[in-house]
């Protein structure tokens, strides 16, 4: 295995293990069947080291929206963005973007869902925990899958400064992840919320609101790549962006992310949407939106953890339909506790 070296990528400022460690999100982006870029907002962590020295940069998904996971599984490029450097306690961030092959991990849920809350608690220690008997209840929430990303390549802006070229760094090849865990039996449960949504009300004022998205558009070589727009502007058909030096954009099938978070992540509210890119020639591109992604935002305060609690009824047939498929049972608070 010749995974990147993260701990040496960037010439100056923070290193990669620090933006990893410190960054409340990633945006994080998957390849659909159809070759079609998907980007979430998601929180990184560290991974464990490796044999090698080495480890990974992973992120988790629901067991009840297992998607992201299995889209990874089926093609493992995956690509990680970290533009918001809200909360991270870094100065002078830089924008990084790193390619990776993914590795799931969904064997064992216990273990899982054991280390999803105590990295959870241990990267907020500030954030607000749930009462016992209201996390008995949030299981639908925080059964999880892991996947980890190991680095083929990274990109980054110094200063996170758009209008200047980025630097780059590519692993040597062969660049081989650890394999998956054997894909789980029988049909996915594909999205939690297929309710159609008026993606025109979804993004009203998001420019004015969240500043300029994160687009993500598909390299040459087939990786989904996430920037963040230098510029936005709403249109007609959806926005047209200004994309960052550097990032050569083909029209092509497009994902539109707008975000933002507390910074303990009190709160987070975001906007997914599939698009089609367009470059227009004169250095910017058109985003023809088609239709609004599932909603998986977080309100704010006591909303929170009332909408958590009431988003997760409708989810309990979901939880035990993925765990069977993996030859589980839904994993108990007390199990999981157990290993915190």
């Not at 980007?39 to 990184?44: D, E, I, N």
């Not at 906007?271 to 998986?296: F, I, M, Y």
């Amino acid at each position: 295995m010749t995974p990147l070296d993260v701990s040496a990528l960037l010439d100056a400022g923070p290193d990669l293990d620090e933006v990893v460690a410190s960054f409340v999100t990633t945006e994080y982006s998957s390849l659909t069947r159809a070759g079609a870029p998907v980007t979430f907002p998601v929180t990184p962590y560290l991974g464990a080291s490796r044999d090698d020295g080495t480890h990974s940069l992973d992120v988790s998904t629901g067991l009840t929206y297992p998607l992201k996971a299995e889209r990874a599984r089926r093609d493992p490029r995956v690509t990680l963005s970290f533009s918001d450097p809200c909360g991270s306690g870094i100065d002078d961030p830089p924008i990084v973007i790193v390619k990776g092959l993914a590795t799931v991990r969904d064997r064992d849920l216990v273990a899982n869902s054991a280390r999803y809350l105590r990295e959870s608690f241990e990267k907020f220690p500030e954030a607000p925990r749930p009462p016992v008997f209201v996390q008995r209840r949030m299981d639908w929430y925080w059964a999880r899958i892991w996947i980890e990303v190991t680095p083929v390549e990274v990109i980054w802006w110094p200063h996170g400064d758009l209008t200047h070229p980025p630097q780059c760094r590519r692993a040597p090849e062969p660049v081989l992840a650890p394999p998956s865990d054997p894909a789980p039996g029988g049909r996915t449960s594909g999205s939690w919320n297929d309710t159609p949504v008026d993606w025109r009300k979804r993004v009203r004022g998001a420019v004015d609101r969240f500043g300029p998205p994160v687009v993500t558009t598909v390299d040459p070589d087939g990786w989904p790549i996430p920037w963040r727009a230098r510029a936005a502007s709403s249109s007609p058909a959806g926005f047209v962006v200004t994309p960052p030096a550097g990032i050569d954009v083909g029209a092509g099938p497009a994902s539109v992310t707008f975000h933002h978070h507390g910074a303990g992540m009190a709160f987070q509210e975001n906007v997914g949407l599939v698009a089609t890119a367009s470059p227009t020639g004169g250095g910017e591109v058109e985003l023809n939106v088609h239709r609004a992604l599932t909603d998986c935002s977080i309100p704010h305060g006591l909303r929170s953890q009332i909408g958590l609690m009431r988003r997760g009824q409708p989810l309990r047939a979901r939880l035990d339909r993925e765990a069977t498929r993996r030859g589980q049972t839904v994993p108990t608070y007390d199990d999981v506790a157990a290993l915190i």
